[in-house]
């Protein structure tokens, strides 16, 4: 027996036994199975690692000797725990390597399984460190639950396509990507597993439950490669001597919502954020505005109008971001110039667009700019094993991160966005660049290893220790891993102004919420638009008072998305961003949680934020037809049952002092912000 601190580590009648008093791993050295089990009685059973090489498929049970190697205490950047390792052999198989992380006191541990080689190199698209796969009749996952319903997390692997996340019920089968988690809704005990390693591979999680509320079989594998991660090729290839597979966080939790911050936390200590000290971006972003139309004179007046809203609060710091999207090239060098211009003289800071991995044209042998015409691109295009040109997604073609005549493009147009004076960039159409495909650069054999190319490079050159002064890098359409580029990511696609846009962010807000503060310093809710889209008819007073909502509450990039020269948006504007105690809900930059989980593939109505002894709650209507009364159950805001409280409107500035449950009466497509104080 071996003891450190809190970890106890001990070999047992042929199994190996490792604990830190809240999570115990059991790992039988006859069958090659291992159990996990925690102090609150939930347990996954029958556990086992696998990979498929040469086509075959190779589980650790399947091997005729199971060794332990390679024990050692260890104290890193997660504190002090225990690392070990346990060896599946057999001839002529390569040797399989589970290697597993446990900390003092954690609820989780980490495993991650790697191929060795004796001789020739390995090749493999598939890895699994965890497949669960129980006997006939029993459930892969215990999670000590006296409610009869269990939810699985569907997490999109990007946010393209107006994709949605979804919680679904079982009996049924999902795959979700990067994460999930595996929890009953009533009482929020919860599973949360996903990978925390984004350099190679695309993680893929399916979750089948045949009958009942069991889980049948749950397998977390890298290799993941399909509709919803927009390949249409198989994942590449890693060749090698050693192969290693994502590693995976396994976690279990009292409320699932702490699991899923505490993975966020979990991938932000492996891949540190990007660092923001400058305040959240308050500003306008020209897109739901114009469109396609954007042109000088409604940038520039866009510029004066929140220059006018100043004294009113619509800043953050003192600072305002006036941004150009798609189409800043319909305005000339001269008038991109005099526009970059007339913001900083108003004080404020200028932002631009741009898409590093998606081209748009027809013509393949136009020469690539920055080149010096050594590159055309027909070049630059992503191909597949055959030679052949990837399909367009979102109507433009892939671009290979990894060739050198992007790189050359890249350092180019950064060079001259700084050399312009923008301070603030939007990257959209990321999900060309983590494509699977044939890459330029032969050690790179996956999307992900291309797109951490090709992000790299982006951050290093916009570095303020390379450039001279900050620089915001925001991401639009992008795969949520890796994050460590950029100061934040566009929660959901593309949200405009009416209330099915505000409930369909607010889907990705009900279960993705965990991001913010954790892989971004910022949420992005999109467009926030207060009265008219360019696409759109007009918006009612309650629905573009709940897209503000919203966004407040999003921990987030405030946007403005309105063109200004309409007389009711200006109003609006006047009126509602001039309101400090919304806009200082903004300020801070933390997101709201959600109450509840149990919505299938559409938004929670009812989300909060605790500070202190204060409790912020925003409440949704989302039926623009009815008037609604909703009930906000003190105890799931995780307040005493009897609680006596002032609950300040902030909208109507209004105040109440109540006990028990909080009744809203909210008018159709309304939403209210309140402001509790016990």
Not at 176 to 186: D, G, K, L, N, W
Not at 531 to 547: A, C, D, H, L, V
């Amino acid at each position: 027996m071996m003891i450190a601190s809190t970890i106890i580590f001990q070999e047992l009648n042929g199994k190996v036994v490792v604990e830190n008093g809240v999570c115990r791993i059991v790992v039988d050295l006859a069958s090659g199975l291992t159990e996990y089990e925690w102090d609150s009685g939930s347990r996954l059973s029958s556990a086992y690692s696998a990979a498929r090489i040469d086509g075959k498929y190779l589980a650790s049970t399947e091997y005729s000797e199971h060794k332990l190697v390679g024990t050692q205490m260890i104290q890193d950047d997660f504190g002090k725990g225990c690392c070990f390792s346990v060896i599946h052999s057999a001839e002529p198989l390569p040797d399989m390597k589970q290697i597993f992380w446990l900390y003092e006191k954690a609820p989780y541990f980490f495993i991650q399984v790697e191929l060795e080689g004796e001789s020739e190199a390995l090749e493999t698209n598939y890895m699994s460190p965890l497949t669960v796969n129980p006997a006939t009749g029993s459930s892969a996952i215990s999670l000590d639950m006296e409610e009869k319903e269990l939810r699985a997390l569907l997490v999109p692997f990007d946010n393209d396509k107006w994709v949605r996340y979804e919680s679904v019920a079982m009996p049924n089968q999902l795959e979700s990507y990067e994460v999930t988690a595996i929890f009953e809704p009533v009482s929020r005990n919860g599973l949360v597993v996903g990978s925390v390693t984004h350099d190679t591979w695309k993680t893929g999680i399916k979750v089948v439950g045949c009958e009942g509320t069991a889980i049948h079989h749950l397998e977390v594998y890298g290799g993941a490669a399909g509709e919803y991660t927009r390949d249409t090729i198989a994942h590449g290839m890693l060749i090698g001597k050693t192969i290693a597979s994502p590693r995976i966080f396994v976690g279990m939790y009292a409320d699932y919502r702490t699991g899923l911050e505490e993975y966020g936390k979990a991938n932000a200590v492996i891949a540190p954020p990007l660092q923001w000290n400058h305040g959240v971006p308050f500003g306008w972003n020209s897109w739901s505005a114009a469109g396609g139309e954007l042109d000088y004179e409604l940038y520039t007046h866009t510029s004066d109008f929140l220059k006018s809203l100043h004294d009113g609060g619509f800043h953050n710091q003192g600072t305002v971001y006036i941004n150009f999207d798609s189409f800043w090239t319909n305005l000339s060098q001269e008038q991109l110039e005099n526009a970059v211009s007339h913001v900083r003289n108003n004080g404020q800071k200028p932002g631009i667009y741009w898409t590093p991995f998606a081209f748009w044209g027809k013509d393949f042998d136009r020469v690539v700019e920055g080149t010096d015409g050594k590159y055309t691109y027909r070049d630059l295009l992503l191909r597949d094993d055959q030679g052949q040109i990837l399909p367009e997604l979102d109507g433009g073609l892939a671009i290979d991160p990894s060739h050198p005549g992007n790189l050359m493009r890249t350092e180019w147009q950064l060079e001259r966005f700084v050399k312009w004076g923008f301070e603030y960039i939007k990257l959209d159409f990321l999900g060309h660049g983590a494509l699977e495909g044939k890459h330029f650069d032969k050690e790179v054999r996956t999307g992900l290893q291309a797109y951490n190319l090709g992000m790299a490079l982006i951050r290093n050159r916009l570095d303020p220790m390379v450039i001279g002064r900050p620089f915001f890098i925001n991401l639009s359409i992008a795969p949520m891993f890796p994050h460590q580029y950029a100061h934040s990511r566009r929660i959901s696609c593309d949200a405009f102004g009416t209330l099915e846009d505000t409930e369909y962010m607010l889907n990705s807000l009900t279960y993705g919420w965990w991001m913010n503060g954790t892989l971004f310093p910022y949420n992005d809710p999109d467009h926030t638009v207060l009265y008219k889209s360019f696409n759109q008819e007009p918006t009612m007073i309650q629905e573009g008072r709940s897209r503000l909502n919203a966004s407040l509450i999003a921990g987030t990039v405030l946007l403005m998305g309105d063109d200004f020269r309409n007389e009711e948006a200006r109003t609006r504007a006047e009126d509602w961003l001039s309101r400090p105690e919304l806009l200082q809900i903004a300020e801070t930059g933390k997101s709201f949680v959600p109450v509840e989980g149990n919505t299938d593939a559409a938004s929670d109505s009812v989300f909060f934020k605790m500070t202190d002894n204060d409790c912020w709650i925003a409440a949704f209507n989302f039926n623009k037809d009815a008037m609604i009364e909703k009930q906000i159950s003190i105890e799931r805001l995780g307040l005493p049952k009897n609680a006596t409280y002032w609950l300040h409107d902030l909208w109507e500035k209004t105040v109440l002092q109540s006990t028990g449950d909080i009744s809203v009466q909210l008018k159709p497509a309304e939403s209210k912000i309140f402001k509790l104080i016990l």
